[in-house]
Structure formats: C-alpha cells, structure tokens
C-alpha cells in the first residue's frame, strides 16, 4: 500500500496502460485500482469521510476497471483519474466515467437508483442504463429509478474533472447512487444474500451500459457485453477451484451408491418368487462424509469476488454437500430425499410423456432372441472410438475396463467400465459407445482441457443434460429402438412410484405386468431407482432429452453444449467466461458432428421434433 498518489505513481499506471498492461495497485487508507487491461471506462467509489462503506465498494469488483478510495483523498485522486481518462479516451476516442455513490445520510424516501447524468441531453447510455435498472428484479423489494443532473460530480467537493476538460476529451461522467437497502438502518448489519444478488445485476447493467456508450463512441467494438468483463483471473480462484475438485475426487458418488451384489440378489429375488424385496450390499465408504463437509465448508468462496465464478463454486459446494448426505443416509429412507434434492422428481407432464411412450410400444420389439455382443469385441470397438477421439486431444487419456464389480456400462474419471456380463445387443453397439465414448467421455476430456476444473468435475444437475446428449446420440447414430426408448420411459414411471412410497416388490410387479417387461428388465430397472435407498436419478434420461429438444427447437446449437460437464442453464455462463476469454473453444467433437450422413437428422432437430418422432 502507498501512502499518497504521487506524481510518479500516477506515471507509473498510465504508462502500463498505454502498453497494454493490467493494473493492479493498492491505494491509500486501503483503496485499490484495479483495471484489468486497456479498456474506455473506469467505475469509481469513494467511501464517505470518517465512514468506510465496505459493503457498498463490494459493487465495483465485479468489474473488469475500478477504483475504490475515500473523499478526504479527491486532492490525490484527481489527477490519476484525469490521466487514466484522457490517456484511454485518445486511444478509443471516447471515455466513460461511472461513479457509484450513496444518498445523503439525512434523505428521506430515496429512489432505490439514482442516475445522474449530462443536465442538457440524455444520452443514450443514460436511458440505457435506467432501462436495465428498471429491469432489476428483487423479491418484496420494488425497484424504483429516478434521473437527475450530474451537476454535483462536477462541483466541489465531488469534483474529479471539470465539465469543459470532460467535453474536450470526448468523457462522459455518470452517477449511480444507490439506496443501501442490503444493510440494517438501526444496526449496520449486512444481509448477504440480498447484497450478493444485486451487486450481480448492477454489475451486469453496468457492463450493458458501457457496452453501448463504447459500440457507438469509441473505436473498441467488443463482440457481447459480457466481452467486458474480467478477463484476468486470480489466484483464489484457482485455489478453490482446485479444493473443491480434491473434494469430490474422493469419492466415487454413482460406485458408492450401485450394489456389488446385483447378480447374487437377483438370484434370491427370483428364489423367493419376487415377493421379497432384495437386500443390497455396497463398496466400503472410502471416506468420512462429516471430515470432509467440515473441509468442504472451509473453503473461503467469499474471497471470490467474480460474481459468475462465485456462483458456481457456490452451486458446486451445495451439490457435494448434498451428495455427502446421501452416501452418510446410504441404504436409508433418508437417502431418497436427498435424491429428490439433487436430481429432481417427476413432475405429470414427464409422466404423461413416458406413460405416452410406453403406451405407443405396448410390447417389448426385440428383447426376446437378439444377438448379444461379446464383452471383449465391445471393448475393442469402444477402444477405437476412444482412439478417434485421442487423434484430436493429444492429452485425451482414456480405456475401457472389464470389471466383474460393474453392472452394466459405467464412465468414472474418463474411463469406460463395462461389467464382464454385460449383455449388450449387437445391434446397440455403436449407438452405446456414442452415448458413453461420445458423450460422456468426450465431455470430460474436453472440460479438462479447460482451465476451470468444474468443467469436467460437473457442475450441479449437469447429469440431465448429458443423459439428454448422451441418448439423442443413439438416435442420430440409428441405435435409438423402441426398446430402448421404453426401458427409458419405465424408469421415469419407477421413479415417480417410488417418490410415491411405492415398495421395490411393488415397482417391479407394475412394470413386469402393467407395462409388459421381461423379468430381467424389470429387475434392472428397478435396482437402478431403488438402490442407495432410492435413486431419483434415473429420471434425468427422459426429461433431459425433452428438454434438449425443446432447446434445439428454439435454434440454439448442439456444439457449444459439449464443452465439458454441464447444464442446460449454464449455457449463458459458459459464453460469458468464453467472451472473457477465460474458457477456451472445445477441442473435440463427437463423430456424429463430423459425419456428413447424419447432418439432415441435425436439421431435422432444428426444425423441431418431439419424443415420440425419435419412435
């Protein structure tokens, strides 16, 4: 820290500028500069005489150029913010400055947001930045904006530039002041929460409004406003980053959660003429669930002062807490509420779809004499689909395991597990390799080429979108039959049973007699819902590739929906940090992207089609 803006201070922050470098410096009394790269705006608070307002200087940091200091300190602050100014308007022929400031302590009945701005004309950025306030929503709270003349940013005491240097340099000086509704009158204290959702939304109407001062003012021409944000990040980022994927790396949720008994209580199930539920046992827990929560709420994710890359640290440490709780609540009633938590419920409308599917394939197509493929021919055809994926990620490194311990097929970190019985019909093998290889695999190796780990860790509920992926993957490679689109629809009316306190012995009576399936598929099905204590994960399938469609339809593309382990909703956050250039573009691609044959099935999507056109 400094203990005065000195001449040569000041020197030392425009040159870096005018070079193309970041600035990141600490100001007297504890303020801060702190400008990402060269950019034609700066946003700036002065904390009040004698009264630091922390809370409110909070705002600026999610901006990509800021200074945070004190009124007794405009003598000092003046010129730097006048050489910062002038330097940046010549190189973009434009400038803007927006201060943020609080209303008088003796107002009475103040607007939430204030604007301040030119007395004279409303330039548009004005009425932009009123526009985006005025969409501000905030639950009991009205948001109410007024406008008023920037007049005493111009005077003394306030002043930091004069009116005749601003117009002579192309500046444009805004006010927003802003109603401290996220602090207690009587007693000072913070409601976080509160403070957390609006400094995101100002900071995004912020970066609107800049976006449209710079786009018609000055030379720079920024592709998206979220272009505007930092694009620089530090070091506590990474390091939580990297906390929480230690976190969830030790444990394996989907392993810990399938029984290792499958074929032995099979047996008993059918000994006892399925009228006793089966009893499952499970892989020993590898951890302490209540160490590692206490570890998991260590982690100072309110250091970060990124809004975006908070939101999502915090979304993930919500999800592992979650998971803890279920793998501490294993093979207990208690388990299934968790499970409702983390993956949802079926709600009537996902219902009335899969009861619609099972209705239009009443009988099962091809479950009876189907040629089943040899588990080691599968797993060699799977190794070269790997092997296709490898020649365009050099660090892809993946293989396919044959585990007597495995039900099925299971992808864990990037590898591909299939249980040494394992009956997979020949006629599913490309479209299975699709959804696991193609999908599930590519989609961890391509967030692990990313710098942020929960691209290929998974962000929370990101398994309905890549269950959605992974089976319209079947579909565009011709694996997608009736049967497999029934044992889906099956497991979205099990788990909704199930929600519904139906037992296992119940569950799979209804889909034995009711729907039809075969006295193994049955049992698979319902194992997958029942197991841990009941599993509502099986749903996401289903519901994921309603929803896929649905999000195709409406013209957006499948691509940028690869680029590692995520949700649907998390779509506009992943552009964000890719207009930051904090994420990076996606290195692989499934085969069905490349394959010209199957580009009419792509348009068909965009067109827009329904579950029951993919019968």
């Known amino acids: 820290m400094i203990e005065s803006i000195t001449d040569s201070f000041i020197t030392k922050i425009t040159r870096s500028l005018t070079r193309g470098k970041q600035v990141h410096r600490r100001l007297p009394q504890g303020g801060l500069i702190y400008i990402d790269r060269p950019l034609p705006f700066l946003v700036l608070f002065r904390h009040p005489s004698g009264q630091p307002d ?27 913010v006048q050489s910062i100014a002038k330097a940046m308007a010549d190189k ?18 103040v607007p939430l947001f204030k604007v301040l701005g030119p007395e004279k004309q409303l330039p548009t950025s004005t009425k932009t930045i009123v526009q985006e306030l005025q969409s501000i929503k905030l639950s009991t709270i009205h948001t109410s904006v007024a406008t008023d003349s920037n007049a005493p940013l111009l005077q003394e005491p306030l002043c930091l530039m004069p009116e005749e240097e601003l117009k002579k340099h192309a500046i444009l000086m805004l006010g927003l002041q802003l109603k401290p509704i996220y602090k207690n009158a009587a007693t000072g204290k913070i409601y976080p929460l509160l403070l957390r959702n609006l400094r995101e939304q100002v900071a995004n109407a912020i970066k609107k409004t800049v976006f449209d001062f710079i786009s018609v003012q000055t030379t720079h021409h920024p592709v998206h406003f979220q272009a505007l944000g930092r694009q620089a990040v530090n070091r506590v980022v990474w390091r939580i980053d990297k906390q929480l994927t230690s976190i969830s790396d030790q444990f394996q949720f989907l392993l810990l959660v399938t029984p290792v008994n499958n074929n032995n209580a099979w047996a008993e199930f059918k000994k006892a003429k399925y009228k006793q539920a089966p009893i499952f046992h499970y892989r020993l827990m590898p951890i302490d669930a209540d160490q590692l929560k206490r570890k998991l709420y260590n982690i100072s994710i309110e250091k970060v002062d990124d809004p975006t890359l908070g939101y999502l640290f915090r979304d993930k440490r919500h999800e592992l807490d979650k998971m803890l709780t279920m793998l501490s609540d294993r093979n207990t009633p208690d388990f299934l509420y968790s499970s409702m938590q983390l993956y949802g419920t079926v709600d009537e409308q996902l219902l009335k779809i899969a009861e619609g599917i099972l209705a239009a394939i009443p009988e099962p197509v091809r479950e009876k004499d189907v040629e089943l493929i040899p588990v080691a021919e599968f797993a060699a055809q799977a190794e070269r689909e790997i092997a296709f994926l490898k020649d365009q990620y050099r660090a892809l490194d993946s293989g396919v395991d044959v585990r007597d311990d495995i039900v099925g097929l299971i992808v864990s970190e990037g590898r591909l597990n299939v249980g040494t019985d394992a009956k997979i019909p020949r006629h599913r093998a490309e479209a299975l390799i699709q959804h696991e290889v193609g999908t599930h695999i590519l989609t961890y190796f391509n967030g692990k080429a990313q710098p942020l780990r929960q691209l290929y860790m998974g962000s929370p509920g990101y398994e309905e979108l890549q269950e959605g992926l992974a089976v319209l993957s079947e579909w565009l490679v011709g694996g997608l039959d009736h049967d497999r689109l029934r044992i889906l629809a099956a497991r979205v009316v099990a788990v909704y049973h199930l929600t519904k306190g139906c037992s296992f012995t119940d569950n799979f009576s209804r889909l034995k007699e009711e729907y039809n399936f075969s006295d193994e598929t049955a049992w698979d099905v319902t194992m997958r819902v029942h197991r841990g204590g009941g599993l509502t994960k099986d749903a996401v399938y289903l519901r994921g590739l309603v929803h896929l469609l649905s999000y195709l339809k409406e013209g957006h593309e499948l691509e940028p929906l690869l680029i590692g382990k995520i949700r649907q909703d998390y779509i506009p956050i992943v552009q964000e940090l890719i207009y930051r250039n904090v994420l990076r573009p996606v290195p692989i691609k499934p085969r069905y992207l490349l394959d010209d044959s199957i580009k009419p099935k792509l348009e068909q999507l965009k067109a827009g089609i329904s579950v029951f056109n993919l019968l």
């Open 54 to 80: 922390h809370p409110t200087a909070d705002f600026l940091k999610a901006n990509a150029s800021y200074i945070i200091s004190h009124q007794e300190r405009t003598e000092e602050l003046r010129p730097l």
């Open 92 to 109: 973009f022929g434009a400038f803007m400055i927006i201060e943020l400031l609080a209303p008088p302590a003796d107002a009475a009945d």
